[in-house]
């Protein structure tokens, strides 16, 4: 296993960055899994420094007011919602 | 209708009464928005969603008179090579029965591959359209980036997916190409074939004629690959010899990293797309506590293990300390990806190989080792980080019976290259 495998409190921490309240049994599986991915990852060290062309266009087009959802449309799928509003837990 | 769970839903969508498709069926993978018609991408996280609006693909079936039979099943969010991880269950192939339809578009390649629809589109992040093509006997394309707009696709990895079609020829698969080409004002990403050296009579190129046609070879791409399937291979390759095409050996040593790279940036786009699963916009609520414990409580229950896999080792590549060991380096990868392309079709109009290294898996066999099915990834996932089209055709059969693709690759915007010259095929 390589030097950077990683251990069960970095794959508790990586989950509690992406927000995902992992079981304990998943934890463990995934570090054994994350061991090996990443070492396969590792091979990307050989990888010479390339040139990156920049070949990158901006699309534009003039900010006017035009046909989209209504509230109602954009609201359909939220679990909950109030007062035309999407309703989400407390903060604090 | 089998009973192969190739269908999430079979909710009609009839398109306008005139126009090139009418009278014929187009099943839609069911990551691509239809307006009313509920859309899972294969998620219990999006059960129950239905989009207000239909993708632009979904837009101009509709107004090319197709009928869509029904949502197609695939892999949660797009993520798997063998239409295993989706929320509704595993697809069977319905060609090669005991075997996985490949993915993630398995779904829509297994509904033409059984003749329940008359084509299908699927989206081709890594190789999802082209594997299950391969792994079902039927035709896949994946466009150019660019040639096909991703408005109203559900977003996995912006950078690398298109929609494209799967059809049982290369001349229909053709047909429903030149239906859903062409920009787009809702995707900026959207490039006009016209100002590229293409113009869109792609069914019209499917003339079977390869006089002429030099094909290179990569050796890496064969070098690992199953026996039977190198040996299904050079049979089509010698076919199209007798066609009049000429082969050469040529080398793309970046290759090597390429299926690495592809993950590291996969994942890393999708740890940012999925960020919006959080149960309020919509998506399972998570319930009481605070937003972060709401949020990682939905997530938690509405998304598959595959796709967690995938999120977290996105956050991970992405964190501070790993950015340049894994995201750069990816980046390099892809540039040096795709100078090595632009060479070898430099003197070649097309490359080939198989499709996939490996026959149809037996159902089952791959779920438990993530790493090996990642790597069966090895031929297609090139082609997305160098932005170019490939298609797949059926090239034969293992002894076995089993299907084995032949992949061809072009050069960007060489839609009409491809296309004929895997016309001599299929």
């Given amino acids: ?92 | 209708m089998g009973d192969y769970n190739a269908y999430i839903a079979t909710d009609t969508i009839e398109g306008t009464d005139d126009g090139p498709l009418a009278g014929r069926t187009v099943a839609v993978k069911d990551n691509i928005s239809t307006k009313d018609v509920q859309t899972t991408c294969g998620s219990a996280m999006l059960d129950g969603y239905v989009p207000p609006y239909d993708a632009t693909v979904v837009e101009r079936l509709k107004d090319a008179g197709a009928t869509i039979p029904g949502k197609t099943n695939m892999d949660e969010f797009g993520m798997g090579t063998t239409t295993e991880t989706s929320a509704y269950g595993a697809v069977e192939n319905p060609v090669a029965e005991g075997h996985v339809p490949g993915g993630s578009s398995g779904g829509s390649a297994a509904v033409v591959a059984a003749g329940d629809a008359d084509m299908a589109l699927g989206s081709d992040t890594g190789g999802s359209i082209r594997c299950p093509a391969a792994f079902c006997g039927v035709v896949g394309i994946k466009p150019t980036y660019g040639l096909v707009s991703r408005y109203g696709l559900v977003a996995y990895a912006n950078s690398l997916e298109q929609i494209g079609p799967i059809a049982p020829s290369v001349e229909d698969a053709a047909e429903l190409l030149e239906v859903i080409a062409g920009p787009d004002e809702r995707d900026g990403t959207t490039r006009d074939a016209t100002d590229h050296g293409s113009d869109y009579d792609f069914a019209a190129a499917a003339d079977g004629d390869v006089d002429g046609l030099s094909i290179g070879v990569p050796t890496e791409l064969l070098d690992g690959a199953d026996e039977a399937v190198v040996e299904t291979f050079w049979d089509a390759i010698d076919d199209l010899q007798a066609q009049g095409a000429s082969y050469h050996e040529v080398t793309l040593p970046s290759v090597e990293h390429a299926v690495e790279a592809y993950y590291v940036i996969a994942m890393s786009e999708a740890s940012s797309n999925l960020a919006r699963f959080d149960g309020v916009r919509y998506g399972k609520s998570g319930g009481e506590g605070n937003w972060n414990e709401s949020f990682a409580q939905a997530r938690e229950e509405g998304f598959g293990e595959e796709v967690k896999r995938r999120v977290l080792l996105g956050t991970y590549a992405l964190s501070a300390g790993y950015h340049d060991k894994y995201y750069k380096k990816a980046q390099d990868a892809r540039a040096w990806v795709k100078q090595d392309f632009d060479e070898a079709l430099s003197d070649a109009d097309v490359l080939a190989s198989p499709t996939m290294p490996v026959p149809p898996m037996k159902r089952g066999e791959s779920l438990d080792d993530p790493l090996t099915m990642y790597l069966a990834d090895a031929n297609t996932t090139p082609v997305n980080l160098a932005n170019l089209p490939a298609i797949s055709v059926p090239a034969g059969e293992t002894d076995d019976g089993l299907p084995v693709g032949l992949q061809l690759v072009g050069p960007a915007f060489g839609e009409k290259t491809i296309i004929r010259a895997g016309s001599a095929l299929a």
Avoid: W, Y
Wanted: hydrophobic share 40%; aromatic share 4%; charged share 35%.
């Fill in chain 1, 1 to 92: 296993m390589s030097d950077n495998a990683v251990d069960g409190d970095e794959v508790a921490h990586i989950a509690d960055l992406a927000r995902i309240d992992l079981e304990e049994a998943e934890v463990e599986r995934f570090t054994e899994q994350f061991g090996e991915i990443l070492a396969a990852f590792e091979a990307l060290d050989e990888v010479p420094e390339t040139e990156r062309e920049a070949d990158l266009t901006n699309v534009m087009r003039p900010d006017e007011v035009r046909e989209c959802l209504t509230q109602e449309e954009a609201l359909q799928n939220a679990p909950d919602s109030e007062a035309g509003q999407f309703k989400g837990p407390k903060v604090s």
